[in-house]
Structures are given as C-alpha cells and as structure tokens.
C-alpha cells in the first residue's frame, strides 16, 4: 500500500530519511514543474524553482500545518517561490506548454500531439488566472478548495473562474477551429 504524502513527508522529518522526500519528488515533479512553468515562461527555471521548493520544504523554515493537502502546501510553496522570482525579474507573459502525449500507435501518437498543441495553443491565448486554474484542476486533478488554498482566492472565485475559464477556452479552440471540444 502507498504512503499518503502528508505520512512520507511526516517520516521525512522525524528520520531524516531521504527516501521518503525522493519519492514526494517523484511523485510530484513533473506537475509541480509545469505549474511553475505557467509563471516563468522557462523551462530551466522552472527547474529550478521546483527544486528550490523541495529545498525549502527540507531545510527552509517553512513548516506544513496540515490545513491542507500535502501537495496543495507544496504548489503554494513554489508558486511564492515563482512569484518572488517574477517580482525580481518583473516578467509577464505566457508559457509554452510541453507536448504531453501519451498515445502508444503513431497516427494516434500524432493525432494526440495536434490536439494537445491545439489545447496549449488555446490555454496560452486566455488570460493567465482562467488558465492556472484549469491546469491546477484538468492536470493535477485539485478540488476547488486546493485550487483556493495554492492560488489565494475563495472557493466561490474559483469556481467562478473556472466557468469562465472554460467558457474562454471553448471560445479560443472555436476560433482555432476546433469544435469538438469536451470539457
């Protein structure tokens, strides 16, 4: 049976072992570099910054109350992380977004990598609070309420943005000519 992650996280302060914060790395990695990647616009310092989130949350003074999720505290941490960053280097603008493809048969593998560009594409164009949202919720499956906890905000803005977020999405896939959009 899997180790919840607030449990590995709890071992990796009372041991010190390292194990238990690798495989948080793991597990997290890869989301919590995409998410950042939405703030930064590059993928090296989005990089960086989720590997200075996990170093905060080793060594920093930061301290996990367990009002939240484990994973909802970590992209809060990195997102003040990027924004700390951003205020620095005072960037604004829109992330490219990496192909995500799955598929294992090539014409679908194509397929699936056109619909994605096309979904990148899409979510690039609407504005950045309706895009995170969808991303905390589509691709880091979050509930609202985690959405709130990591961006700042009430559940009832949340939801509200995400209507809205959808709504803008379906628009841009429409004008790109995509019209068989679910979501």
Request: include cysteine; charged fraction near 30%; proline fraction near 3%.
């Amino acid at each position: 049976m899997e180790m919840s992650d607030e449990a590995l996280y709890a071992q990796y302060l009372k041991r010190s072992d390292n194990e238990a914060l690798r495989c948080l790395l793991e597990r997290h990695r890869e989301g919590l570099t995409l998410f950042l990647f939405g703030y930064v616009r590059n993928a090296e310092e989005a990089e960086e910054l989720m590997l200075d989130a996990f170093a905060e949350i080793a060594v920093g003074p930061t301290v996990f109350s367990g009002k939240s999720s484990f994973k909802t505290w970590l992209f809060s941490v990195g997102k003040h992380l990027a924004l700390k960053q951003l205020r620095r280097k005072k960037q604004v603008g829109l992330p490219e977004l990496p192909d995500l493809s799955e598929a294992v048969q090539p014409e679908l593998r194509l397929l699936q990598q056109e619909r994605n560009r096309q979904l990148y594409l899409a979510l690039e164009r609407i504005a950045p609070e309706y895009r995170q949202v969808l991303e905390l919720q589509y691709m880091e499956n979050m509930s609202p309420a985690e959405i709130a906890q990591v961006m700042g905000k009430r559940a009832g803005q949340i939801y509200n943005l995400i209507k809205r977020g959808k709504q803008a999405l379906r628009s841009e896939l429409e004008r790109m000519g995509v019209t068989d959009a679910k979501f």
